[in-house]
């Protein structure tokens, strides 16, 4: 067989599109969204090359109008999450063996699928399913995911190119084996991008994957492994099963031949993840990879030489685009005494321009929250602020799910820095301010680090570059990914690699070399051309 030492194509972040009124790309998304709103799917589980169907079936529905039904989802059970398991071991050696580039020639071609006749798609399952604007979508399941397929295809060339020195004599050479076993892939609803990624980069090393998306991103998961399939994925590679997390944990934990989990989810499942792997550590052929990433109570800190207008633009944005059901979003707010009137005054002002509705209407910015579940949560948060004594409504604090899942972008001023709202993850639109003394910077960067177990992401607002270069400093631990003067959303493959600390997971950082490390053992070799034979040294050698 012909050898060469390969270059894959240099990546490039993928161009985000306008959808600007009279734009060729938003006329063919609308006729993508009227599409899959006139069809109801009927969407499978995918083990090895089947399409597995069972008598459950469960609708899905877009947040934003939950009456309207796009399809059924057919849920599985203990079984089939074994053969789920069984099918992944039995491609696992072919696939393995399959050389390098011809994995990253999969990956580079659902790159361009999901970039070019897959966009449309893709972006309307994303937009009704999960209920993100046309922006929103592009950002997240266009561009983002295409991006980490681009780049990782470059980062495993790069990883595979990295080899030790060697002595006279000697040639060294290190080789990165995929794990041993199989690996859990368990995708959050946020982020279709996310729900691609976190399979395919242990994929793209050589893994065999069982996949469980969230049952409210099973639409557009849907359609990453119509993508998947049309690349030339072979079968039992990536495996798609629709049960619960328990059901799934059971037999993944309980498997010898589990590998390793790829997570993003909450804190409380990562955690109680890890503690039943540790428990169950002594049935394992190897110590399993635990790579996650949970959640984060995001902060916006402003130092009184913020630029205001751009502050607000950060706060609004950071806290409210998704509905803030990014992992990233803005959910806690430091703004000095000093400016803190100007700030309120143009920020409640910029929140009255903003539009609330389904994301089939694209002159709005906020859609709906994900499921009931969420937006009653969120309420409870709402509500229990309202009758804070310590806390003041600014702005919003609405909502309704008769239709849909809405709740109103909600602002609140809290005299306590350690109130509820300041403190716990709300995974929704609403951001609580404290107003600190402009006096006392150090303690308002104090405040900052110690209010939150979390360490995901975090701005801080300043033109007085003393003042960002202590801000920096002072919250090094307190967000893996941190921002001057920007808001604390947006991390870009190939620039800002993502993840956090703390409470908020393993910080294997999305979007880098560093994580598909994490889905490599790597094995050294060292072969001699002419060894030794005699055992004595020269040092013993008679004088």
């Known amino acids: 067989m012909a050898k060469g030492v390969f270059n894959v194509p240099t990546p490039i972040n993928e161009p985000i599109l306008s959808y600007q009124p009279g734009?060729?790309?938003?006329?063919?998304?609308?006729?993508?969204?009227?599409?899959?709103?006139?069809?109801?799917?009927?969407?499978p589980m995918f083990i090895g090359g089947e399409e597995v169907r069972t008598e459950k079936k469960h609708p899905m529905s877009p947040p934003h109008d939950h009456q309207h039904i796009l399809g059924y989802y057919h849920e599985g059970d203990a079984g089939h999450v074994q053969q789920a398991i069984d099918a992944a071991l039995a491609a696992k050696?072919?696939?393995?063996?399959?050389?390098?580039?011809?994995?990253?020639?999969?990956?580079?071609?659902?790159?361009?699928?999901?970039?070019?006749?897959?966009?449309?798609?893709?972006?309307?399952?994303?937009?009704?399913?999960?209920?993100?604007n046309a922006f929103q979508a592009e950002i997240d399941s266009a561009c983002e995911i295409v991006d980490f397929l681009r780049f990782n295809v470059s980062y495993m060339t790069e990883i595979y190119k990295q080899q030790p020195q060697s002595a006279p004599g000697v040639w060294n050479r290190l080789e990165q084996r995929p794990l041993e076993g199989f690996v859990f892939a368990l995708t959050p609803f946020n982020f279709t991008a996310i729900a691609g990624n976190l399979p395919t980069s242990a994929a793209m090393m050589g893994n065999t994957i069982v996949w469980k998306a969230s049952n409210t991103q099973i639409y557009s998961a849907n359609?990453?492994?119509?993508?998947?399939?049309?690349?030339?994925?072979?079968?039992?590679?990536?495996?798609?099963?629709?049960?619960?997390?328990p059901t799934a944990g059971e037999v993944i934990f309980n498997h010898p031949e589990f590998a390793g989990i790829h997570f993003t989810g909450s804190t409380g499942v990562f955690q109680h993840i890890w503690k039943t792997i540790g428990e169950n550590i002594h049935k394992y052929k190897s110590y399993p990879r635990i790579v996650g990433e949970t959640g984060g109570k995001d902060f916006?800190?402003?130092?009184?030489?913020?630029?205001?207008?751009?502050?607000?633009?950060?706060?609004?944005?950071?806290?409210?685009?998704?509905?803030?059901?990014?992992?990233?979003?803005?959910?806690?707010?430091?703004?000095?005494h000093t400016i803190w009137e100007e700030v309120k005054e143009k920020l409640t002002a910029t929140l009255k321009t903003i539009k609330m509705g389904p994301t089939e209407d694209f002159s709005n910015f906020v859609n709906a929250v994900i499921d009931e579940k969420s937006f009653d949560k969120i309420a409870k948060y709402i509500d229990g602020a309202k009758e804070n004594a310590m806390?003041?409504?600014?702005?919003?604090?609405?909502?309704?799910?008769?239709?849909?899942?809405?709740?109103?972008?909600?602002?609140?001023?809290?005299?306590?820095?350690?109130?509820?709202?300041?403190?716990?993850?709300?995974?929704?639109?609403?951001?609580?301010?404290?107003?600190?003394?402009?006096?006392?910077?150090?303690?308002?960067?104090?405040?900052?680090?110690?209010?939150?177990?979390?360490?995901?992401?975090?701005?801080?607002?300043?033109?007085?570059?003393?003042?960002?270069?202590?801000?920096?400093?002072?919250?090094?631990?307190?967000?893996?990914?941190?921002?001057?003067?920007?808001?604390?959303?947006?991390?870009?493959?190939?620039?800002?690699?993502?993840?956090?600390?703390?409470?908020?997971?393993?910080?294997?950082?999305?979007?880098?070399?560093?994580?598909?490390?994490?889905?490599?053992?790597?094995?050294?070799?060292?072969?001699?051309f002419v060894p030794a034979k005699d055992i004595r040294y020269p040092f013993m050698d008679a004088e």
């Open 223 to 245: 359609v990453l492994m119509e993508v998947f399939k049309e690349a030339g994925v072979p079968d039992g590679v990536i495996n798609l099963v629709h049960v619960d997390g």
């Open 391 to 528: 806390v003041e409504l600014v702005a919003g604090g609405n909502y309704d799910k008769s239709k849909g899942y809405f709740v109103e972008p909600t602002v609140f001023l809290s005299h306590d820095p350690q109130s509820t709202t300041m403190v716990e993850e709300i995974f929704g639109p609403v951001l609580t301010i404290y107003v600190y003394d402009a006096n006392d910077f150090d303690m308002a960067l104090e405040i900052v680090d110690q209010t939150s177990p979390y360490a995901l992401t975090g701005a801080i607002f300043s033109q007085d570059r003393y003042a960002a270069s202590k801000a920096t400093k002072a919250l090094k631990n307190a967000a893996g990914n941190f921002y001057i003067n920007d808001k604390c959303t947006g991390a870009v493959v190939g620039q800002q690699p993502f993840g956090g600390g703390r409470a908020s997971g393993t910080n294997d950082k999305a979007g880098s070399m560093i994580n598909l490390l994490r889905w490599v053992s790597p094995r050294t070799i060292k072969e001699t």
């Open 93 to 132: 050696p072919e696939w393995e063996e399959l050389t390098w580039e011809h994995r990253a020639s999969i990956f580079l071609k659902a790159a361009d699928l999901i970039a070019g006749p897959y966009r449309a798609k893709i972006n309307a399952a994303t937009m009704l399913g999960q209920s993100k």
């Open 23 to 43: 734009s060729a790309e938003r006329e063919t998304l609308k006729k993508a969204i009227e599409a899959a709103r006139a069809t109801q799917v009927d969407v």
């Open 300 to 336: 916006i800190l402003a130092h009184e030489s913020a630029d205001i207008d751009a502050l607000v633009v950060g706060l609004v944005r950071g806290a409210f685009e998704f509905q803030g059901q990014k992992c990233s979003a803005c959910s806690r707010a430091y703004i000095p």
